[in-house]
């Protein structure tokens, strides 16, 4: 691809954000204000009610940079709104040398390599001379054009996958929630709502649920295994300088996901220091919640996983299988109003900065008959499989564009227009 070194800098209009003031903000009525956490994700919190000039106006799919903290440059998808301070439209002067279209999927790497760069041991800031003096090889116009062309196809893929996915989404959240109130009868299918058939419901300290169901307190689901619940160890247990290297997984808060086991491992100790500690050691089928950091996530331990040590940021509970099923209880503490409700009433409202042992051994959960447990878990299975081939796909797409993009952009791959 023949290439031409630009002062791309030069070619490019950059608008600020205007300092509108802030006693003018307000949440529910004027025109959309677009500040610089909104870009990332083209949402609208705040709207202006004072004066502007339409020079400030964004239009849907204007190109944005947030100049300050992690620079992004994004595509606004949103309906119109005003360019706040911090923030930089980006245009082209000779669309005859530049394609905007091409210049936006341009300055990704060139603003993510300053990003890297910039000293991150205080606030990081952009600047717009940082923009002017842009320069590289580029393409021709039809080139670009066409470049443009074939990444934007790929964006599209993108964001109908991530469209389908929250969608899944949201469709598994209310089944779950129909699943767990309601439940499925022998023939397979949800049995009727409360308000149709309430001679079929019966009132429990979490809500209506089922009259064939238990309402059981955490801790009575649990095995009868030694050491059925544990966090740890604790203090000189296991001291840092006892890592090593290489050995057995010593788990932290950043294995542990929403629904998902994160098999990444950072932090281990040796065999001998295993042996030791063994009575924090995993069980395959564990549900393990985060206790502090992010609090509340909650994974299911995999098949795959052999041996691992768990740790004091975290709460590891073996459960009595013939009673209960572990997915089952790992979805309601990442997800059911029930639980939240009870960690609310714990902290008297407040944030939860810890979980104690008494609050998760005295949660109570719904517990149906376990073969309708069954079929409630086939039912998760089946649809967490699907949302879980998605983001794969997803993923995949991701991988895709940033190959055609180091392709693309660098003129590693040829063009040809007309193709």
């Known amino acids: 691809m023949s290439r031409n070194f630009l002062t791309v800098g ?24 677009i500040r610089i956490r909104d870009i990332q994700d083209s949402k609208i919190e ?19 940079i947030g100049m300050d903290g992690d620079f992004h440059v994004r595509k606004w998808q949103n309906s119109d709104g005003l360019l706040n301070q911090r923030i930089l439209k980006v245009e082209v002067t000779q669309p005859d040398i530049i394609s905007l279209r091409y210049i936006y999927y341009w300055l990704l790497p060139y603003i993510k390599k300053i990003n890297d ?21 580029l393409p021709d116009v039809k080139k670009q054009e066409k470049a443009a062309e074939i990444l934007e196809t790929i964006d599209q893929t993108i964001e109908k996958t991530k469209a389908l996915i929250q969608k899944h989404q949201q469709i598994k959240q209310g089944l779950m929630h129909d699943l767990f109130t309601r439940g499925v009868t022998s023939d397979g299918k949800l049995r009727p709502a409360r308000d149709q058939a309430p001679e079929l419901y019966k009132e429990t300290p979490i809500g209506w649920i089922p009259k064939k169901w238990g309402c059981k307190a955490l801790e009575t689901l649990l095995s009868s295994a030694p050491n059925n619940m544990r966090s740890g160890p604790f203090g000189s247990s296991l001291l840092k300088s006892e890592l090593v290297e290489d050995g057995i997984p010593f788990l932290g808060i950043d294995n542990i996901h929403i629904e998902k086991f994160i098999p990444i491992f950072h932090r281990f100790v040796s065999l001998n220091k295993f042996k030791q500690l063994s009575k924090y050691a995993i069980r395959k089928d564990d549900v393990i919640i985060t206790i502090m950091g992010t609090v509340g996530r909650c994974a299911v ?11 004091k940021h975290l709460w590891t509970m073996t459960f009595d299988k013939s009673i209960v099923i572990p997915e089952l209880v790992c979805w309601q503490l990442n997800h059911a109003g029930w639980v939240k409700a009870w960690f609310r009433k714990q902290t008297q409202g407040g944030i939860m900065d810890a979980i104690q042992s008494k609050t998760l051994k005295t949660l109570k959960l719904p517990l149906p008959p376990y073969n309708e447990q069954v079929a409630i878990y086939e039912r998760y299975k089946n649809i967490t499989q699907k949302i879980q081939t998605e983001q794969e796909h997803f993923f995949k ?3 895709q564009k940033s190959g055609l993009m180091q392709d693309l952009l660098t003129g590693k791959v040829r063009v040809k227009v007309g193709e």
Request: charged share 20%; aromatic share 16%.
């Open 46 to 64: 705040t709207y202006y009610t004072g004066p502007y000039f339409e020079s400030y106006v964004i239009k849907n799919g204007d190109i944005l």
């Open 117 to 137: 760069v910039t000293a991150a041991t205080t606030v990081k800031h952009l600047s717009v001379k940082d923009l002017q003096k842009a320069s590289g090889l």
């Open 397 to 399: 797409l991701t991988k």
């Open 301 to 311: 331990v995999p098949q795959y996983l052999d041996l691992a040590l768990s740790s």
């Open 10 to 33: 030069k070619y490019l209009k950059l608008l600020s954000g205007f300092p509108f003031s802030s006693k003018y903000f307000s949440s529910e009525e004027g025109f959309p204000l």
